[in-house]
């Protein structure tokens, strides 16, 4: 049943906000679903609301400091055990503190001492919403897998109208009971992604490289570990953190992305290629810096091993999936990207696009598949645009099991 959270334990983070008091619907609701939900306050949130309504409805105690006793400081461990962190109402405060790793109260070092994946709900006032400072700080949350749900527009408590107030009941409930009430459906999968750039030096100091964050890859590979699958991310140089529970492997160029793969070939039933793979690579790069002597300079390039055509070959029943980044003629690039490469989908993103491609927290991407059929996503945020990859791959599997939509 899909509206049912028996066995899930949600940490509800209460802020400071004039919208507590919507909170207490929330966790009325998250309860009668069978939900366990233990509540953390901030001290202002019980500016707004007190400890103790939380605590009846929730029929557990509420925590409120770090420090209060040995009880609480104990419930650290509480940030292992839950499936879902959702903080509702989330304020700006909340929201900068956590985008910068700041765990100065309980709820805020709760949210980094454990692997559970965080919604968050942001409730404030229409100009703190549209302030380039928050605006950043969600990018950051975004990248790292924190899913918003956006504030809607109406009247605030400044008495002004404007986008800030948070979220109605139902939607925050709606993504709730989407994430959790999702099951493990590539529980038994090991899934390899590929994320990021590659680097082919030219000489000891410089590089050949293009504009790939990982962030789609990072996404991908987060769903998946979320889903139930073993992932193994190989990832080329990023800045991003490892996914919780997802075993990394750091390489630079595409030789040893290629390398890294073959090495985990055997274990792989499902490889995503969403790294962007340098095509071509210096033929001869120098082992000193090249120095400069006023005249023209020309670098010899070689192709580099293209991945993906390699393990063709050695397919076996495992499922491929590459990425095809384009700035023109889309459709036909990429199902000649699909053929060449024998994969069973495509995921065809025209990275000329507003709100899609590199480096990015959204992408705008349409996914091809081996038998011609095409399922076009709107603009979404890298994390849930790898959540409808993974439920269209799972789609073709089970149609192909039932033998209606061979895959290749
Ligand atoms: O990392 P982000 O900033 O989030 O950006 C995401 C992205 C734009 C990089 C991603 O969505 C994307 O489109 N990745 C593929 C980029 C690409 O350039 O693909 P391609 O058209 O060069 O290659 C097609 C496929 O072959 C890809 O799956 C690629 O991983 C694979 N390939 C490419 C070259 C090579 N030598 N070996 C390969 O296997």
Not at 354 to 361: P, T
Request: charged share 25%.
């Amino acid at each position: 049943m899909k509206d049912d959270l028996r066995g899930k334990h949600i940490l509800l983070g209460v802020t400071g906000s004039i919208a507590a008091y919507k909170s207490v619907l929330i966790l009325r609701r998250l309860v009668q679903a069978g939900a366990q939900v233990t509540v953390v306050m901030t001290s202002s949130a019980q500016q707004f609301i007190t400890p103790l309504t939380f605590q009846v409805l929730s029929r557990r105690p509420v925590y409120t400091s770090l420090f209060d006793s040995s009880e609480e400081i104990r419930h650290l461990t509480l940030a292992e055990q839950v499936d879902m962190i959702l903080i509702a109402p989330a304020t700006a405060n909340i929201i900068g503190k956590i985008a910068h790793g700041i765990a100065d109260d309980l709820l805020t070092t709760l949210v980094t001492a454990g692997p559970a994946p965080m919604v968050m709900a942001p409730a404030m006032d229409g100009e703190m919403w549209n302030h380039p400072v928050l605006q950043r700080n969600l990018s950051i949350l975004n990248g790292l897998g924190v899913q918003i749900i956006p504030p809607e527009e109406g009247p605030l408590a400044s008495g002004k109208e404007a986008t800030g107030r948070l979220a109605s009941e139902e939607k925050i409930l709606a993504v709730v009971f989407d994430r959790l009430g999702r099951k493990a459906d590539l529980k038994g999968e090991t899934v390899l992604v590929t994320a990021g750039p590659t680097q082919e030096p030219i000489d000891p100091v410089r590089y050949l490289t293009n504009r790939s964050s990982g962030k789609m890859g990072y996404a991908l590979a987060r769903a998946a570990q979320w889903r139930g699958a073993r992932v193994i991310l190989v990832s080329g140089p990023t800045h991003l953190p490892c996914p919780a529970g997802v075993e990394r492997i750091l390489v630079r160029t595409a030789e040893e992305m290629r390398d890294a793969v073959l090495g985990h070939w055997a274990a792989t039933t499902l490889l995503i290629m969403a790294a962007a793979v340098a095509d071509y690579r210096p033929r001869h790069p120098a082992g000193r810096k090249i120095k400069k002597d006023g005249s023209d300079f020309f670098l010899e390039l070689e192709p580099t091993p293209d991945i993906l055509a390699e393990l063709r070959a050695q397919r076996g029943s495992r499922i491929l999936v590459g990425f095809a980044a384009e700035t023109e003629d889309l459709d036909r690039q990429a199902r000649t990207k699909l053929e060449r490469k024998g994969l069973d989908m495509i995921v065809a993103n025209d990275v000329t696009q507003e709100g899609a491609g590199f480096d990015l927290d959204t992408n705008i991407v349409t996914l091809i598949d081996a038998h011609g059929e095409t399922v076009a996503l709107p603009r979404l945020s890298k994390a849930e645009t790898a959540e409808r990859i993974l439920d269209r791959i799972i789609e073709l599997k089970s149609r192909s099991k039932a033998g209606d939509h061979p895959l290749r």
